[in-house]
């Protein structure tokens, strides 16, 4: 095989050419590894070789030891391990960094990338000592072009997603270290060089905590860094400041002498600088500061409320804290309020840098100083009122449109971080102004406006009177939805924030919503048919007009089963759109379109309840010939699947006359592993069905229980399912009751199983809060098939198992992290236990000392609710008849 000729092909404009030279390089690939390797390796490293050609073989390299699927790219390392001989190995390696020598840029890059590729492999099994070494020596002693090529090398590395990559890099952090800082330092001539190893000491700042432990280097560290941000070259200056947003988010707690010395200043310049790729950077780093101080007070409140003695953490009051066993406790140094006072006025200045033509998902200068707005109001709170106002006063009426659009975005980023009481005011003044401007004669001061009464109704909704506020409101959102598409989807935004405020207490026969819900349906129902409405703005009319559904007063149920009939009809004509489908928008534009119309006829479903059943044929009928239309992989299902499960839960009994038809699509569900979505789903779905028809469940429950089996013991599914799974469980033994005795032997086999899994000292939140989970699921299970049981005279069944549900309940109440949800879910399984046995059968197992101790750390807790403590009370009523028993 002529392998440059070959790689020319593999870039051929030819279809046909360019698939047979691909397929040649699949072959040898397959049927010959290592001379693969070794030959691409070889084309590389010529440098006789024209351009082009070598960056084919170093795609092809690269793609040899990567992919993107995770067993895949197992295999294809494995392949390298196993298949390779070390000699080729050697050579291998040799012609890549030879490679990164080559005056040829795209050369160098290509062997960087396959040097990384080999690196994930090799350096978490201690093999190749010799690459950061040779990289280290390269940057101090190899050509601008070597130097160049090592560090670009050592940031791919460090990049890495590799989880065994990334654990191994700790022990090379000085090699890694002493490369890209010599490369980084202002002494360096080259700025290819130098911006090389920026990047690079960014993408390897995790990997050098110890040496950040260092006074010394640290300090040398942060002066290379702080000279580049000086540095003429933007890409230098750019990478510079990236570094110092990572800095700040890993490394916090040793800013203090950073900030005060240079980093204050430094920051506040660069949010000016001419170029905008600076001016962000240097503005996200003050979005760093603020979400990790943010997250430092909620950390360290959760350690004072855990001590009745402290109230508030000041600075001071750490290191005596820490000295009194308080380890958990963060150092915390009010950077962003100390800056308040020049750094808020800064963004408020660069909101007015708006580009008129920007993309909706662009992101400027003003966008990046509205978000750090938005972020410092919510850390620093009512600090912002007054240099946000005076801004706003000065230019919410200017005749410059980029000052009033500026005021506008101001006003609305602080509604989330000062007090209630403080804003209340302050919204009710500003209401009728902002809604005055939603007719401004520019486009974007009014989409601003919308956006801004957006936020308003999210964050401070009380302040909004509904009779003096409301109509003019509603009026000008409505009115805005007519506009352009943009303003029209920050009308949907504010107005779904409006619906979510009036609708909180929907059950009333009438609420504020009610006299608007007419009109409201049938502008936005027109507004998802306009002719210059894109997905974005249908879906978002749909998600408004879902929220007006769920929130709107009894009085207008009748409106709804209107609306019902609306949704079904347009639910019926998108199935006829499928065979129209020539395009991949295409298929996007409709699904997006069934999903949306699902989730409406969802809630529709569940706000008319029992009403629904003169309608429920033909919304069945539509919603299993959507599902037979589906091609595989499609994201339609799950809001199918919600709208079942809304009819399920309504119709109870009476829905089983459709199970024949749905259940092959929800064993289909059931038995897709790879769409977790659609699996959780199909689980969430069986218990909602089993609930609501009962016994009638039965002749499904094989297969029910199968497909549950097997995702449990799953590979595949992620281990948050298995909760899930085990209520499941309790839901099919309460819905068949006696029937349940087929599956009660492996079913407690695999919740003895479970309850064995508990967290440690050692353990991180996620292993705590999925043990919880799984207990309650595990609570819920035992829950259901005690009650089964109980409910069809077949009590005696329990008997093996009592020993080891009460050793369960025992570890439950002895492992301090536990939730209220999982307490209740304690008692209820205590009660019943007590409940099933009424004739002291297991009343020996009633007298342990814990089963006092926990029912009465329930009753006795104040935060839980009623329901819980009505729980508790009743399980202590039954555990009392057994304990008078078993003396």
């Known amino acids: ?206 990997f050098v905590r110890t040496n950040f432990e260092n006074d010394g280097e640290r300090n040398y560290i942060m002066q290379v860094i702080c000279e580049a941000t000086q540095s003429p070259d933007y890409r230098i200056t750019q990478a510079a400041f990236g570094c110092l947003n990572k800095i700040m988010s890993l490394y916090y707690d040793k800013m203090k002498f950073y900030m005060e010395k240079a980093l204050f200043g430094l920051t506040i310049v660069g949010m000016k600088h001419d170029e905008e790729e600076v001016a962000k950077l240097a503005i996200e780093f003050w979005c760093t500061v603020c979400e990790e101080e943010s997250a430092i007070e909620d950390d360290n409140q959760q350690v004072a409320s855990a001590s009745p003695n402290l109230v508030q953490i000041s600075d001071s009051d750490i290191t005596q804290f820490q000295a009194e066993g308080m380890t958990e406790l963060r150092p915390f140094f009010n950077f962003a309020r100390i800056a308040t006072p020049e750094v808020v006025p800064v963004l408020l200045e660069l909101l007015t840098k708006q580009d008129d033509e920007a993309a909706d998902d662009e992101y400027n200068v003003s966008r990046a100083a509205y978000q750090c707005l938005q972020l410092y109001s919510a850390c620093v709170g009512g600090l912002v009122i007054n240099h946000v106002l005076q801004f706003v006063e000065q230019n919410l009426r200017h005749e410059n449109w980029r000052l009033r659009d500026a005021a506008v975005s101001a006003f609305g980023a602080i509604m989330e971080g000062p007090d209630f009481k403080l804003l209340d005011p302050l919204v009710k003044q500003a209401l009728p102004v902002l809604v005055g401007m939603m007719d401004d004669k520019v486009l974007m001061v009014k989409d601003s406006a919308a956006y801004a009464l957006g936020r308003i109704c999210e964050c401070c909704g009380p302040a909004i009177d509904p009779q003096l506020h409301l109509p003019s ?125 699902a989730v409406v006829l969802m809630t529709v479903i569940q706000r008319l309840d029992k009403e629904i059943k003169p309608q429920a044929d033909s919304i069945m009928q539509i919603l299993l010939q959507i599902l037979s239309t589906l091609p595989p992989n499609s994201s339609v299902p799950d809001a199918i699947f919600g709208a079942v499960g809304a009819m399920a839960n309504a119709l109870e009994e009476d829905f089983t006359k459709y199970m024949d038809a749905f259940t092959p699509f929800l064993y289909t569900a059931l038995g897709n592993q790879e769409e977790q979505q659609l699996c959780s789903m199909a689980i969430g779905l069986v218990g909602d069905i089993a609930r609501s028809v009962n016994d009638k469940a039965a002749p499904y429950c094989d297969n029910f229980m199968n497909y549950l089996l097997n995702n449990l013991q799953s590979n595949t599914l992620s281990q948050q399912f298995k909760p899930a799974i085990l209520q499941c469980f309790g839901d099919i033994a309460q819905a068949i009751g006696g029937h349940f005795e087929t599956y009660l032997q492996v079913v407690m086999g695999v919740l003895q199983q479970a309850s064995s899994i508990s967290a440690n000292s050692d353990s991180n939140y996620e292993m705590v809060e999925y043990v919880i989970s799984l207990r309650e699921g595990i609570m819920d299970a035992y829950d259901g098939i005690i009650i089964a049981l109980k409910s069809s005279d077949k009590t005696p069944l329990l008997a093996p198992y009592v020993q080891h549900i009460f050793g369960f309940l025992s570890a439950v109440n002895a492992d301090p992290n536990k939730t209220e949800g999982l307490m209740r879910s304690g008692m209820g399984v205590l009660g019943d236990l007590a409940d099933a046995f009424p004739s002291g059968e297991i009343a020996q197992y009633f007298r342990a000392d814990w089963i006092n101790a926990m029912i009465k750390e329930v009753r006795q807790n104040r935060e839980f609710s009623n329901r819980t403590l009505e729980t508790a009370r009743w399980t202590r009523e039954q555990v009392k008849r057994q304990q008078s028993q078993a003396s």
């Open 1 to 206: 095989m002529n392998v440059s000729e070959v790689l020319a092909n593999t870039l051929s404009g030819e279809t046909a050419t360019r698939h047979a030279a691909e397929e040649q390089l699949s072959t040898a690939a397959a049927q010959h590894f290592p001379e693969y390797l070794q030959m691409l390796s070889a084309e590389l490293a010529n440098e006789e070789t024209q351009p082009f050609i070598r960056s084919a073989a170093g795609i092809a390299l690269k793609n040899a030891l990567t992919a993107r699927e995770r067993p895949r790219l197992l295999e294809v390392q494995q392949k390298w391990l196993t298949q390779v001989d070390p000699t080729i190995k050697v050579q291998v390696r040799e012609n890549s960094l030879r490679t990164l020598a080559s005056t040829d840029n795209r050369a160098g890059t290509s062997a960087a990338q396959f040097i990384a590729a080999i690196a994930a492999i090799e350096l978490p099994r201690n093999q190749w000592p010799d690459l950061m070494p040779a990289l280290v020596r390269n940057v101090g002693e190899g050509s601008d072009s070597l130097k160049q090529s090592s560090l670009t090398t050592i940031g791919y590395i460090c990049e890495s997603d590799e989880q065994e990559l990334r654990e191994s890099l700790s022990q090379h952090s000085n090699a890694i270290l002493t490369a890209v800082v010599q490369g980084a330092r202002k002494e360096e001539s080259n700025a290819d060089v130098r911006f090389a190893a920026m990047v690079a000491l960014g993408d390897s700042l995790e």
């Open 473 to 597: 409101l509603i009026q000008a959102l409505f009115s805005g939805l007519k506009d352009s598409p943009k303003m029209a989807s920050s009308c949907c935004w504010a107005l779904m924030n409006l619906a979510d405020r009036f609708g909180i207490e929907s059950e009333s026969e009438e609420n504020p919503l009610s006299k608007y819900f007419k009109d409201s349906v049938s502008a936005l129902l027109s507004a998802t048919e306009r002719p210059d409405a894109d997905n974005q703005l249908r879906t978002a009319c749909y998600e408004v007009l879902n929220s007006f559904v769920a929130n709107v007063g009894q009085d207008e149920l009748p409106s709804i089963a209107q609306l019902c009939t609306v949704i079904m009809g347009r639910l019926e004509k998108t199935v006829g759109l499928r065979t129209q489908i020539v395009s991949t928008d295409d298929r996007i534009t409709l699904e997006e379109m069934q999903t949306s119309l």
